[in-house]
């Protein structure tokens, strides 16, 4: 049997704080992996893109998953897809997971604990871009750290005014204004030309980029990127097909990796003056991280249906 895992299934079962520990837990861990998770990508002949994610593995999990998304800009929501997660003891189809609301999660809380690692002490947050990984960045942070101010600016004045009422926020205009106003900034838009430019900013911002996860997107400049002490998830993957990628920039060009600073062999910020930026491009076993967790506490409490795809 399958059992399938729907948006309001997931929400039921998971939490923010546990999934940030089952994420730091898996930067630590996630480089004795036997098997190195890959990422494809391509154009499709319609107006989006298809990506996968395989396999998301993790030492002690005797699972994997694969995941496969489509993503089109100008849908609701723009990024679709399922998550199989599989048994590493037979290859059993264990579950089915609605990949929209993992992606969310993962992207968004593994994000948080970047920017938690890295920010500097001041207490005004900036969110240009105010989607659903806005969304659990911000709902993350709150489990590690407070802020006294918010600010949110989006391309859809609706969708930002909602945001800052959701969360005690207000608007602004512009992504320099955000920046201007805000110490710690998250950016999770499909921008295809820089949002921000090493001008933009002072000494002691951090900026954490979520939207320069593929070819030809970029929201923070080649500049900005090489002044400031730059930490991603995945050096090759970055400068495959992330933020140094859409920079210009080689692999070589990242200080650090996530997993490098939360092990203690790196160090993060050294001073309240440092730029700091984090701009992951997302990694297979996060999906792993918290499908196997959802998995687990559906079962035990009766959540989602059960198929026989085989029937």
């Given at each position: 049997m ?15 704080k546990?999934?940030?520990?089952l994420?730091?837990?898996g930067?630590v ?5 036997a ?6 990508r ?13 396999p998301g ?11 496969v ?20 003891h037979?290859g ?6 609605d990949?929209?609301t ?35 960045m ?8 407070t ?9 859809d004045?609706e ?9 005690g ?6 992504a ?8 710690t900034v998250?950016?999770?838009?499909w921008?295809?030309?820089p949002l ?8 002691g911002?951090h ?10 997107k ?6 900005l ?12 993957l ?6 140094l ?7 070589a060009?990242?200080?650090a ?5 939360l092990r ?6 050294a001073?309240?003056?440092d ?7 997302g990694?297979?076993?996060?999906d ?12 035990r409490e ?10």
């Open positions: 399958t059992l399938v895992l729907t948006r309001s299934d997931l929400e039921a079962v998971l939490t923010p546990a999934c940030l520990e994420l730091r837990d930067f861990r996630a480089r004795d992996a098997v190195a998770g890959q990422r494809v391509t154009d499709l002949p319609f107006p989006g893109t298809a990506t996968a994610l395989i593995v993790l030492p002690g999990i005797e699972a994997y998953t694969v995941k998304n489509a993503k089109f800009p100008g849908a609701r929501p723009a990024l679709r897809g399922v998550i199989c997660l599989h048994s590493g037979d059993e189809l264990l579950a089915l997971l990949s929209a993992v992606t969310a999660w993962r992207t968004g809380l593994a994000a948080a604990l970047g920017t938690h690692v890295l920010a500097g002490p001041g207490d005004i947050l900036g969110v240009i871009g105010a989607g659903a990984q806005a969304e659990l911000v709902r993350g942070l709150a489990e590690l750290r802020y006294r101010e918010l600010v949110v600016q989006d391309t004045p969708r930002a005014a909602a945001f800052a009422s959701r969360h926020g207000r608007v602004v205009t512009s320099q204004e955000a920046a201007a106003t805000a110490d998250l950016l999770a838009t921008a295809r030309e921000l430019r090493l001008s933009d900013t002072r000494d911002h900026f954490t980029s979520l939207g320069a996860d593929e070819p030809g970029q929201e923070l400049s080649a500049d990127l090489r002044a400031a002490l730059l930490v991603v998830d995945d050096r090759e970055a400068a495959g097909m992330g933020a990628a859409a920079a210009g920039l080689p692999a060009a990242a200080d990796t996530l997993g490098d600073v203690g062999e790196r160090a993060g910020r001073g309240a003056g730029r700091t930026v984090y701009a992951p491009v990694l297979p076993w996060q792993l991280a918290l499908s196997w967790a959802a998995y687990r506490a559906a079962e009766g959540v989602g249906r059960q198929v026989d795809l085989l029937a």
